[in-house]
């Protein structure tokens, strides 16, 4: 559990930490206190109503009232920190934790303050990892917005015409990443969802695992889609990667593909309870190269599998557990972690597939509907 005694001053729309304290969307920074175990959220007028029906498990401080009082003691408008000391002063604390992320100069004008400052070992919140039931479904609820998301971009992929030079042409236009990506993102928005950096990497470009694709989509040869939006309701993300190609694809792709379906349903069938992320990792490295997909540097750019297998999945994108070659973590009943192994060689094209699962102690649970299928 977190430290009895935490201090998080950030907004919530951006930091993960706030928003599971306080569990409202506000978007300038505002200060959250945990006071032997008990929450105060300090915040604007402009927000206050709304976080007393919101926010009913802390106390609900009002800004203004600390702004009037430093200002008539000092005769200048006080900062956030200024403010959190005055509030500490109150209630007789003379230290308190903070997070690994807390800004260093908010640290400064706390300790000028006379407020010792302490980082928290392991995070604020390490319960965080392990999901109750209402966070799956909160997670499950941002992998469909996903999946509908893929559904839109596949579709369009179908209804396309392949024109020449192996170009796609979408309603008599030329298919591009950018315009394939907005039909995805878009889809994405009507279902109350928000995509940022979506992934639609066609031919060498999907062998960049984190290339997000431009310029012209090509028949015959493997396109990455890789869909990770947050919900805008509650915080949750989703994550999903399918790799499809429009036309037939050569046997080389095809092996490709064959191989990372095969690793992923191996990565899958290792995730339980008790096993050890780069364990995991491991098995499906080793399966590859037994399928004869080496991976290292080749002419100065890495090939092969070079990525980890997975990562935890909630109110980021990327957080614990990891399921990769360096991972310390160790899996356990309640996690949500991505399975995403992937193949990347240039000339041939890269492929990955990701599914979310959610931990068991017997195995796991694909969250993951979506179907896997190469040629479309």
Do not use: W
């Amino acid at each position: 559990m977190h430290p009895d005694n935490l201090l998080i001053i950030a907004d919530s729309d951006h930091d993960a930490d706030i928003l599971y304290a306080v569990g409202m969307f506000v978007p300038d920074p505002f200060i959250y206190l945990s006071l032997g175990g008990k929450g105060h959220v300090v915040i604007g007028d402009l927000e206050i109503d709304r976080a007393k029906k919101e926010v009913p498990h802390c106390r609900v401080l009002a800004l203004s009232r600390y702004v009037k009082l430093l200002r008539s003691k000092n005769g200048k408008n006080p900062t956030l920190p200024e403010i959190a000391a005055q509030i500490l002063r109150e209630r007789r604390f003379r230290k308190i934790s903070v997070p690994p992320s807390f800004p260093l100069g908010y640290a400064r004008e706390l300790r000028d303050c006379g407020i010792k400052v302490k980082v928290t070992d392991g995070g604020c919140f390490p319960e965080r990892e392990i999901k109750t039931a209402d966070e799956v479904k909160k997670l499950s609820a941002a992998l469909m917005m996903a999946e509908v998301g893929m559904a839109e971009g596949i579709h369009a992929l179908k209804a396309s015409k392949i024109g020449k030079g192996r170009q796609l042409f979408y309603r008599n236009l030329p298919l591009t990443s950018e315009k394939l990506r907005s039909i995805i993102d878009v889809a994405i928005i009507q279902v109350g969802g928000f995509a940022s950096h979506t992934i639609v990497a066609g031919g060498n470009q999907g062998c960049d695992p984190h290339e997000r694709g431009h310029g012209p989509l090509r028949a015959h040869e493997p396109i990455v889609l890789d869909i990770f939006p947050r919900s805008q309701k509650t915080g949750y993300f989703g994550d999903i990667t399918r790799t499809v190609v429009k036309g037939r694809p050569s046997e080389a792709v095809r092996r490709l593909y064959h191989t990372v379906a095969e690793g992923q349903d191996l990565g899958i069938t290792q995730v339980r309870a008790g096993a050890k992320g780069r364990d995991v990792h491991q098995a499906v490295l080793d399966l590859f190269v037994k399928r004869g997909y080496k991976t290292g540097k080749r002419r100065g750019h890495m090939e092969g599998f070079f990525h980890g297998t997975g990562h935890g999945l909630g109110l980021q994108i990327h957080e614990a557990p990891r399921v990769g070659p360096a991972s310390p973590d160790t899996l356990r009943a309640g996690h949500v972690v991505t399975v995403e192994p992937g193949l990347y060689y240039p000339g041939t094209g890269g492929v990955r597939l990701e599914d979310v699962v959610l931990v068991t102690a017997k195995g796991c649970l694909n969250l993951t509907k979506f179907e896997k299928v190469l040629e479309i």
